[in-house]
């Protein structure tokens, strides 16, 4: 079974700096893809960058990039010049690369919570 | 553009009383549906999935249930809640099963 981990509960950071929340992940998979999904207080969850893991070349959305290490099965979120509305509970997610009808079961890490401080 | 949404935003519910919380996709046909549920301090827990009208597959065994009457409708339910049953629900929605999946707002549930 796959598991994610974010080892990190809360995170602070100062507006403008950058910041990096960290995600590893278990699996016996070869063709996978990885979320990073934010949480604001409103509740609402969405979606921020997504990685194939057949890609080498790490995305980037913005502010917002990854540093994808498929042999140390790491995903790390990098935030750039934060702003005040990048507050919010941070979740990395796997998902199975997926044949036929099967659904998508995406796998939740249990979130890291990120403060950005004027 | 699609848009999901689901309602009520917020419940609150007496134990023993039945649950129906609403989900509606627009803007796509044939999505795949998704109930999550999200405890306090906690990542989400997939609940069912649904790849077609009336195909449903439960994840997770519990109190709850789900329906797909519609191509782009989703219902839980429950006939009976419980006090465990509180929490935080999100409906999400994706094209297929490798696609990015994407969330409607929530339903904040709580069960006195």
């Known amino acids: 079974a796959q598991t994610v981990t974010q080892s990190q509960p809360e995170m602070s950071v100062q507006e403008a700096e950058t910041v990096t929340l960290s995600c590893t992940y278990d699996?016996?998979?070869?063709?996978?893809?990885l979320f990073w999904y934010k949480q604001p207080p409103s509740r609402q969850m969405i979606l921020v960058i997504r990685?194939?893991?057949?890609?080498?070349q790490n995305a980037t959305e913005n502010r917002f990039s990854v540093n994808f290490q498929k042999a140390a099965k790491s995903f790390s979120l990098k935030i750039s010049d934060s702003q005040l509305g990048d507050t919010a509970m941070y979740f990395c997610?796997?998902?199975?690369?997926?044949?036929?009808?099967?659904?998508?079961?995406?796998?939740f890490g249990k979130g890291t919570k990120l403060s950005v401080k004027p | 553009s699609q848009t999901i949404h689901q309602w009520p935003a917020t419940l609150v519910q007496p134990v023993g009383s039945p649950l129906s919380l609403e989900c509606t996709v627009e803007?796509?046909?044939?999505?795949?549906l998704y109930w999550y549920r999200q405890a306090a301090g906690r990542g989400l827990q997939l609940l069912f999935y649904?790849?077609?009208?009336?195909?449903i597959s439960s994840e997770v065994p519990q109190n709850l249930s789900a329906s797909r009457p519609q191509d782009r409708q989703f219902i839980l339910s429950s006939k009976k809640l419980l006090l465990s049953d509180s929490g935080f629900y999100l409906c999400?929605?994706?094209?297929?099963?490798?696609?990015?999946?994407?969330f409607g707002d929530g339903t904040r549930l709580s069960i006195l």
């Open positions: 699996t016996s998979e070869s063709n996978y893809y």
């Open positions: 990685q194939e893991a057949y890609k080498q």
């Open positions: 803007g796509t046909s044939n999505p795949n």
């Open positions: 649904s790849i077609g009208i009336d195909q």
């Open positions: 997610a796997f998902m199975k690369l997926n044949y036929g009808g099967s659904q998508g079961n995406l796998i």
């Open positions: 999400a929605w994706s094209k297929n099963a490798n696609q990015p999946q994407h």
